[in-house]
């Protein structure tokens, strides 16, 4: 990785401390981690300074996953407040969720930019289609389901959040109204959902990512140090105004704004990949 000047380091630390104040907005009010945020930031950031593709993403997803614990917290806890969490799924997709995110780790050793990027984009942009054109006609059932098929959908929101870079709040808040959940239950649980993706999903990635060549002075494995601790106090500070916001929204007007919003970073990333990085 190059050296900077002092301008260009004050440059990116005010970038990375407003994406972070973004990030902790969002994590409440939408009841996701930010990471559809931090993992197109931190991508940049890091090909600036002259990481490689194929090491600037995955360290990128695996830095949010670290920047999304705090912010995961916080979120879920101001939401457990307001009685809106529904601990229930929490408890039975614990165990597949861990599953679906070490298997996301190990994908991410060998994978190549696109594969990251790829996912991002088909689960990104049939949320928003959910959100933005389904309304309440798009269900596949009235309440959610029980045993192996509840368990397995807990091991797909760990496997793609994993590889997204995310905590889940677009996956499972999807999950959750298809079978009939108010959205602002789903928002509120989703926030839960993140807790558990990215506190084994950080330390999956720091294994995974350890001893590769091309990695910044700074990273424990896939995980950058310095974009943590740049990150994360702004994320704390703002998270709270997030969790007020959604909770003095009607439904609808939520719905469309997190439509908008993963259908902006789905745009961002097809550039990415139509241009090869």
């Known amino acids: 990785m190059g050296t900077l000047g002092l ?7 005010g970038a990375l401390a407003a994406g972070g104040a973004v990030t902790g907005v969002l994590a409440g009010l939408f009841g ?21 593709p194929e090491i600037a993403m995955p360290l990128a997803v695996g830095s949010s996953l670290a920047i999304i614990i705090p912010t995961s917290i916080r979120s879920a806890l101001g939401h457990y407040r307001k009685g809106a969490v529904d601990p229930s799924v929490l408890r039975a997709w614990a165990l597949p969720i ?9 994908i991410a050793r060998t994978a190549g930019p696109a594969v990251f990027q790829g996912v991002f984009v088909a689960v990104g942009l049939l949320t928003t289609s959910k959100l933005l054109f389904g309304r309440d006609r798009w269900r596949v059932a009235t309440e959610m389901p029980r045993g192996l098929a509840l368990r397995a959908w807990g091991w797909l929101v760990g496997l793609a959040s994993a590889l997204m870079g995310i905590g889940g709040g677009a ?8 079978h009939g959940r108010p959205i602002h239950q789903a928002v509120a649980t989703s926030a839960g959902v993140g807790v558990l993706i990215s506190i084994p999903g950080t330390i999956g990635y720091m294994i995974s990512g350890w001893g590769r060549p091309g990695l910044p002075p700074d990273a424990i494995g896939f995980v950058s140090l310095l974009g943590v601790a740049l990150i994360v ?3 704390l500070l703002t ?34 990949m139509v241009r090869g990085g």
């Open 7 to 13: 301008a260009s380091f004050l440059w990116l630390a």
């Open 32 to 52: 996701v981690g930010g990471g559809a945020i931090t993992v197109p930031v931190l991508f940049e950031v890091f090909r600036l300074l002259g990481t490689e």
């Open 98 to 106: 861990l599953i679906g995110v070490s298997m996301g780790a190990v």
């Open 171 to 178: 996956i499972s808040t999807m999950i959750l109204t298809l």
């Open 233 to 235: 106090p702004m994320t």
């Open 239 to 272: 998270t709270q105004i997030g969790v007020n916001l959604a909770h003095a929204m009607p439904r609808r007007r939520l719905e469309i704004l997190f439509g908008l919003f993963l259908l902006t970073v789905c745009a961002r990333f097809l550039f990415a």
